[in-house]
T-cell receptor
Framework: NAGVTQTPKFQVLKTGQSMTLQCAQD?????MYWYRQDPGMGLRLIYY???????DKGEVPNGYNVSRLNKREFSLRLESAAPSQTSVYFC?????????????FGQGTRLTVV | LAKTTQPISMDSYEGQEVNITCSHN???????ITWYQQFPSQGPRFIIQ???TKVTNEVASLFIPADRKSSTLSLPRVSLSDTAVYYC????????FGAGTRLFVKA
């Protein structure tokens, strides 16, 4: 039972390159999230998907796109990477019912854009 | 979305009890209050959750007054390994993490 799996764990990109961060969960949860965390800062919500087939913007969506491929997978794409996107990216799935929530996070992807 | 406010940082010594308070004046009626812990280079992990009064588990206690406008996470007898960032969150799909509270436990 892996929980939430992110790939890759580390990536270095040149400015202008594109890449897709992958996230998969085996917890059968409906909602999935992508956050970014800059050094010394809290997590900021990029995009989330409340259920299969739906996606919504979070606090900082600019420069990113997402795809909820199926219930298990939620990918984050950077079309043209910029140094400001250097960060650690966390994928999460959240079990939620009537106000109760519990989030389960992946190990993170450390992305450096040079 | 209701906002939460926590102290930016706290220091403590091993063996002490640590209390971290979170303010949430505009909490919604059906919101639960959840606390997470994050170590460097790891994703946050769930510590405790509650709706009102007091909740206790093997790791911490959560105190919520009757008006629910604040909550206090209590860590008994902290150790060096409790050095981490602690986040207070309210329920809902669009789960927002604030900056959290950096707890530093000294020997």
């Amino acid at each position: 039972n892996a929980g939430v799996t992110q790939t890759p764990k580390f990536q270095v990109l040149k400015t202008g390159q594109s890449m897709t961060l992958q996230c998969a969960q085996d917890m059968n949860h409906n909602s999935m999230y992508w956050y970014r965390q800059d050094p010394g800062m809290g997590l900021r919500l990029i995009y989330y998907s409340a259920s299969e087939g739906t996606t919504d913007k979070g606090e900082v969506p600019n420069g990113y796109n997402v795809s909820r491929l199926n219930k298990r997978e939620f990918s984050l794409r950077l079309e043209s990477a910029a140094p400001s996107q250097t960060s650690v990216y966390f994928c999460a799935t959240i079990h939620s019912r009537t106000g109760e929530t519990e989030a389960f996070f992946g190990q993170g992807t450390r992305l450096t854009v040079v | 979305l209701a906002k939460t406010t926590q102290p930016i940082s706290m220091d403590s010594y091993e063996g002490q009890e640590v209390n971290i308070t979170c303010s949430h004046n505009n909490i919604a009626t059906n919101d639960y209050i959840t606390w997470y812990q994050q170590f460097p280079s790891q994703g946050p992990r769930f510590i405790i959750q509650g709706y009102k009064t007091k909740v206790t588990n093997e790791v911490a206690s959560l105190f919520i007054p009757a008006d629910r406008k604040s909550s206090t996470l209590s860590l008994p007898r902290v150790s060096l390994s409790d050095t981490a960032v602690y986040y207070c969150l309210l329920g809902g799909f669009k789960t927002i993490f604030g900056a959290g509270t950096r707890l530093f436990v000294k020997a």
